[in-house]
């Protein structure tokens, strides 16, 4: 243990050395929908462009307070940007989350409720819709030919083959939107319209976990005279940034804060040297996710890439799947190398007391 406590020591000493990056905040975009010359819809008379862009500025600042969280806004006022802009914007300040708020239409006046959409293959000749409702709004730039390279957002064959390319952060994103709806359901008892796939052009283009929320319908009279209203806006704004602090704070990355990152960094260093020492930690139970889905899967071994010992939960309509579990964190950490070395580079450890996930840092501060 003398071993490990110098490497600690040293490696800590390491960090001190200013370096560039270090510290870095967990960077949120919030893009409000439409803006100058593209109003949105207009259902009943409320300006979309308008209602997205207030619930937005209102859940920067909720977020703003936190400390370690950086807010970036697309627009702060009635401007018009282009879909790819926003993700320009997205990609250039090395964001950690990308959220954009809508309000929805339809021909149905009755259609009321929230949906959170994540990218993928439309599923349904609805999510179809109102995805290319969304994409529409490239013909509205000057250049759309040139930035756009011939991308018809009526065809969904123009969608395929750029969507497989953007998996990459699915998981994450199916996460958020999970938050997010139920915090649209649970708090504000909204009509839960579930998370959806839909090929958005502005989530294909930003390269991290990004979610697309239409906060209800301004078809509906009486949900467009609430999401119009300042309560409604208020209630959306705080829904959808609760939404984030949850995934902030779940995040393998940034829970605990910048503080964290160093947490695990000197974690890395602790496997290379003390996997053989056993680390145990009374009443705790490590487990090692893998992966998170809203779908349901078998856990036999070809769904994990040849891993065994699978196991799962289900928390708020998504499926968190975890290999291996131990009370020597020492021991988690090889099966966490393991699983990565497998084609999982993103696992990471959780742990659990008493059957209910709790803070990893402060269960390594306890022993």
């Not at 599923?123 to 018809?152: C, M, P, R, T, W």
């Not at 064959?157 to 994103?173: A, D, P, R, T, V």
């Not at 938050?179 to 998370?195: A, E, G, H, P």
Request: aromatic letters at 10%; hydrophobic letters at 40%.
């Amino acid at each position: 243990m003398k071993m490990k406590a110098f490497v600690i020591i040293l490696f800590a000493l390491f960090l001190s050395i200013p370096t560039i990056g270090q510290n870095k905040p967990f960077v949120v975009v919030l893009d409000a929908g439409h803006g100058g010359k593209d109003p949105g819809n207009k259902g009943n008379g409320f300006i979309e462009k308008d209602i997205s862009l207030n619930i937005v500025l209102q859940a920067g600042k909720i977020l703003e307070k936190n400390k370690n969280i950086k807010v970036i806004y697309t627009r702060k006022t009635d401007v018009f940007i282009g879909l790819n802009e926003r993700a320009v914007i997205a990609n250039r300040a090395d964001a950690d989350l990308f959220v954009s708020v809508h309000c929805n239409a339809a021909s149905n006046k009755q259609a009321y409720g929230t949906e959170t959409f994540v990218l993928g293959l439309h599923k349904s000749e609805e999510n179809f819709e109102v995805a290319k409702k969304e994409n529409q709004v490239i013909f509205l730039e000057d250049n759309h030919e040139e930035i756009y390279s011939g991308f018809d957002p009526s065809s969904p064959e123009s969608l395929i083959g750029l969507i497989i390319q953007q998996e990459e952060y699915l998981m994450q994103s199916i996460e958020l939107a999970s938050y997010v709806q139920n915090n649209f359901t649970r708090q504000l008892k909204r009509r839960d319209r579930s998370v959806k796939q839909a090929g958005f052009w502005v989530l294909l283009k930003t390269s991290m976990p990004s979610v697309l929320i239409e906060v209800g319908f301004l078809t509906n009279i009486d949900e467009g005279k609430y999401l119009n209203s300042a309560k409604g806006q208020s209630d959306m704004a705080e829904a959808i940034a609760k939404a984030i602090l949850s995934y902030y704070e779940s995040d393998a990355s940034f829970s605990g804060g910048v503080s964290n990152q160093i947490q695990n960094d000197v974690q890395i260093v602790d496997e290379e040297i003390t996997h053989e020492e056993p680390e145990i930690y009374q009443d705790v139970i490590f487990k090692v996710q893998l992966a998170a889905s809203s779908k349901k899967m078998e856990t036999k071994a070809n769904n994990f890439k040849g891993l065994n010992s699978i196991t799962f939960d289900k928390e708020d309509k998504i499926y968190r799947y975890y290999y291996q579990s131990s009370s020597d964190y020492n021991q988690i950490l090889k099966f966490q190398k393991e699983a990565r070395s497998k084609g999982y580079p993103d696992a990471f450890i959780v742990a659990f007391k008493n059957g209910k996930k709790v803070n990893i840092n402060e269960v390594l501060k306890s022993n």
